[in-house]
């Protein structure tokens, strides 16, 4: 069974075999399942493989796992998940706040569409964060804001942050003990 | 190339600077710790228009895309104003048009 992988780097040809032979050291040892390389052009038993050529191919497929790695995650578009918490004890998320997750610059932007705020980071999980926290910190500086002292985009901000966030009951009150 | 770090702090220090038209507002910036960011409040005659976060113990290099949008403008047009190819006076205007800086109503208005 054979099958190419086009990467641009090697034309590498990919098999898997049963009870293939290997050269060792000059003596020929079995194996059960060994994938490895073969060259159409050099007329050569494609299954008798020596050690140096087992490397070779080792490094090959290691090179093409990491550029195939990277046109994946090259190909990865904006996705949307949702944030029901801050991880943070004093504001509560009401209604699941909808993320989403982009690549920018070989880093992440997390943006909250609806309130135009996002902040980014060098991973989809630091991006993530930084969102949180930077949602918890335009909470802060809205709530302490009256209208009046914000301008059209921040006092639609507001309101929408108002609508995703609460602030948490500070202490919770205390159970009576029964008498 | 992306709109970086040092694009948003060049940017913070660059929004301070005086118009050189008297009737366009200066603008006061604010910033303000808090948590991972350091939150950059711009001010227009005591009102707050706009406000942006730079993460602090980030790379230089690190992406900070978002806050062209935060200003409504091309992350392109963004850089230009950090890079200094764009005067404060054009990104005001720019602000004004877009709606972010109330526009002052005419007089017979």
């Given at each position: ?137 335009s909470f802060c500086i809205a709530e302490q804001r009256s209208e009046g002292e914000l301008g059209p985009r921040l006092l639609r901000e507001k ?21 | ?109």
């Amino acid at each position: 069974m054979a099958k190419s992988l086009g990467t641009g780097v090697n034309r590498i040809e990919h098999f898997l075999v049963r009870d293939v032979k290997v050269v060792k050291d000059g003596a020929k040892k079995t194996s059960g399942h060994i994938v490895g390389t073969s060259s159409a052009t050099s007329g050569t038993n494609p299954f008798l493989i020596d050690e140096s050529s087992l490397q070779r191919t080792n490094s090959s497929l290691a090179e093409t796992v990491k550029i195939l790695a990277q046109q994946v995650a090259s190909r990865i578009s904006a996705y949307c998940t949702f944030m029901v918490t801050l991880g943070r004890d004093d504001i509560e998320v009401t209604n699941p706040i909808p993320v989403t997750i982009e690549p920018d610059g070989g880093g992440y932007i997390a943006s909250f569409m609806d309130a135009n705020i996002a902040s980014g980071g060098d991973t989809v999980q630091d991006a993530f964060e930084s969102l949180q926290d930077i949602l918890a910190s335009s909470f802060c500086i809205a709530e302490q804001r009256s209208e009046g002292e914000l301008g059209p985009r921040l006092l639609r901000e507001k309101r929408i942050l108002m609508e995703f966030l609460c602030r948490s009951p500070k202490n919770t009150p205390k159970r009576q003990p029964k008498s | 190339m992306s709109f970086t770090k040092e694009h948003a702090e060049a940017t913070a220090k660059k929004l301070k600077t005086k118009p050189d038209n008297r009737n366009l507002p200066k603008l006061e910036v604010i910033p303000l710790k808090d948590g991972a960011h350091i939150q950059h409040q711009i001010f227009c005659n005591g009102v707050e228009v706009v406000r942006f976060g730079i993460k602090h113990g980030s790379h230089r290099n690190a992406t900070h895309g978002w806050i062209a949008r935060r200003f409504g403008i091309a992350p392109h047009d963004m850089r230009e104003f950090a890079n200094c190819n764009m005067s404060i006076d054009a990104m005001i205007g720019h602000l004004m048009n877009v709606g972010i800086i109330p526009t002052p109503p005419r007089d017979g208005e």
